[in-house]
């Protein structure tokens, strides 16, 4: 199998890692890659929304499939257009990938498929944002309809923070076009965990589960970020809730999207709250998580490979995916002031090579090269450090000694990934 997989992130990373290690694949090429991934697969610098290059690309490699990682090339239809070219791909079309693109159409379309989830209201106006914020005293969620690098929630308590965050998205073009509708939900409470399935448009699998750690710093302080890290299987879930989180959210939405002529293939990201009602929904995505996949990938006992062709060839009907038994955690090195402002182009003390180990991994997550082939900061997140052991405590051991070591001046990490 020629695999080409798009994006150059730390999930990209694990995901070009598994693929490299199927016997099924012949060639990888991933674009644009990263200086970690470069180590085994062939990149090429093509930015990951650049849909034409992409196509281009997949062309000259004769790619028999592209795997599609990060959410904004779906939305732009990078699928569909590989199809027109006769080229397969993993991950949702267009329409089926607005389930995440668009909040208001995710939000509708549970509501008419009886998918719980928070109530809702969909606004324009700021008076109308104004009255459903009164409605609630303000204990309230105000999201930007569309997508906004994962800055586009604001979760408030009062009155005038859910008014100041909704002016600033209605009024101040805060998102520009993906802030111009807003959601104002009812705030529901409970303990979140991510949950994924494969479909193939027909039937869907589930293919992990993961608990991710959102706020910047120790103890869910600070601000939201894209994540700091995560531990796998989530602790907060347990057989028979995978089961009713299948039963009662996967499945409808599967189900859902085939009946409504968009049929789902490719990886579903359910974001959920586990409220005393049962679990509800709070997002989804239409790809992996970063740095969820981190956690999960490590741990799949399946061929990722064999996956992605049952799902090409929908018959992953009767598929079984299985994992070890071992936890997996994943703790991210973040530049100094990111979410905020951070310096790029920053200097990493070397990095030692576990690639003969199969329990720690370095993915690399925001890297690139300086003209003298030194290994840099390119981003907010830099690198996560991913350790597989028997309890989380072993795991906390193993990847924290890596991270102390990396020791990295210019950077911060939360302390806090997986202790219980
Ligand atoms: P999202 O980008 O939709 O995942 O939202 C970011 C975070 O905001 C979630 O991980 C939740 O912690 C929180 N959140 C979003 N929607 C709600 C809601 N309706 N009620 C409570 N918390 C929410
Ligand atoms: N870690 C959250 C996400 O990938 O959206």
């Known amino acids: 199998m020629k695999i080409l997989v798009v994006g150059g992130g730390g999930r990209e990373h694990a995901i070009a890692k598994s693929l490299s290690k199927s016997p099924l694949t012949t060639k990888l090429v991933v674009a644009p890659g990263n200086p970690g991934i470069e180590t085994f697969a062939k990149c090429h610098p093509i930015a990951a929304d650049d849909v034409q290059g992409q196509c281009k690309l997949a062309i000259n490699i004769k ?14 239809g990078l699928k569909d257009e590989l199809l027109k070219l006769g080229i397969n791909a993993f991950g949702p079309s267009k329409n089926a990938a607005q389930l995440e693109g668009s909040k208001t159409f995710s939000r509708k379309f549970c509501k008419r498929h009886n998918i719980p989830q928070p109530e809702f209201k969909y606004c324009t106006d700021i ?17 930007a309809d569309g997508l906004a690098a994962g800055k586009g929630v604001v979760v408030c308590d ?5 008014i100041a965050a909704s002016t600033e998205m209605l009024e101040k073009n805060k998102f520009g076009n993906a802030g111009k509708s807003i959601l ?29 750690y959102k706020r910047a710093y120790d103890n869910d302080e600070g601000p939201n970020t894209g994540g700091m890290g ?29 009946l409504e002529g968009c049929p789902y293939e490719g ?48 018959t992953l009907k009767d598929m079984t995916i299985d994992f070890i038994p071992q936890n997996a955690i994943t703790v991210v090195i973040a530049s100094k002031g990111y979410p905020g402002e951070f310096d790029k182009g920053v200097l990493l003390p070397p990095l030692k090579n576990f690639d003969d180990q199969t ?5 690399h997550s925001g890297t690139s090269k300086d003209k003298n082939d030194n290994i840099v900061s390119n981003g907010g997140r830099v690198l996560s450090i991913t350790s597989i052991g028997e309890n989380v405590q072993d795991c906390r051991q193993k990847a924290y000694s890596v991270v102390e070591a990396i020791n990295w001046e210019r950077g911060f990490y939360r302390k806090d990934i997986g202790k219980l």
């Open 184 to 212: 104002i939900e009812e705030r529901i409470n409970g303990i979140e965990a991510s949950v994924f399935a494969v479909s193939d448009g027909n039937n869907a699998v589930l293919i992990g589960t993961a608990q991710d």
């Open 63 to 76: 790619a028999d499939f592209v795997f599609i990682g990060p959410e904004t090339p779906l939305v732009l």
């Open 267 to 314: 990886i579903l990201y359910a974001g959920v709250m586990i409220t005393d009602k049962g679990p509800k929904v709070i997002e989804f995505n239409c790809r992996f998580g970063d740095p969820e996949t981190q956690v999960l990938l490590p741990r799949l006992n399946t061929d990722l490979v064999s996956i992605v062709q049952k799902t090409i060839k929908k």
């Open 158 to 162: 009062t009155v005038g923070q859910a």
């Open 230 to 258: 995560a531990i796998s299987p989530a602790p907060a879930l347990d057989k028979d809730l995978n089961q009713e989180i299948f039963n009662n959210i996967i499945t409808p939405t599967i189900n859902g999207m085939k």
């Open 359 to 363: 329990e720690i991994s370095i993915f």
């Open 127 to 143: 008076e109308t944002a104004k009255k459903q914020i009164k409605l609630l005293n303000g204990y309230c969620v105000v999201k």
